[in-house]
């Protein structure tokens, strides 16, 4: 995580790991996590009914598929996926991603299946 009074360098965070789909929690703000991911290929259809979702490509191309169309993303550039919105993240490359939403949300929202996974904290052993 985060110390006290110290900035996030999020290519050094992206360096020290190499899991697709695995959510990687860097930091808190309030009751929100601020998490990094790497993925490619397509993930699951679902949808987080209580909640937004946002995604911020750091590098590489990420498409959200929507029932009413796709959303495609270049670095740098962010989207909010409203709260109900039946979404699937798709990276025909490896991409780097952060996302925004409330502490304890699944990623796979109220799809299930094998990908749910909790996010993890990132090691700050080595440092920032």
Not at 6 to 13: E, M
Not at 28 to 37: P, S, T
Not at 70 to 92: K, M, S, Y
Not at 99 to 107: H, K, R, S, Y
């Amino acid at each position: 995580m985060t110390e006290p009074n110290a900035s996030v360098n999020l290519a050094h965070k992206l360096s020290r790991f190499d899991e697709l789909w695995t959510q990687k929690k860097i930091a808190d703000l309030n009751d929100y996590e601020v998490k990094l991911a790497k993925v490619k290929g397509e993930f699951v259809w679902h949808t987080h009914e209580d909640t937004d979702e946002l995604f911020l490509v750091i590098s590489g191309r990420l498409t959200i598929q929507l029932r009413d169309g796709d959303v495609v993303l270049e670095p740098g550039e962010l989207f909010v996926v409203p709260r109900g919105a039946e979404h699937c993240p798709v990276a025909d490359e490896e991409t780097a991603i952060l996302l925004l939403e409330p502490a304890g949300v699944l990623n796979t929202g109220d799809a299930g299946g094998p990908l749910t996974k909790a996010a993890e904290p990132l090691d700050q052993s080595h440092g920032l």
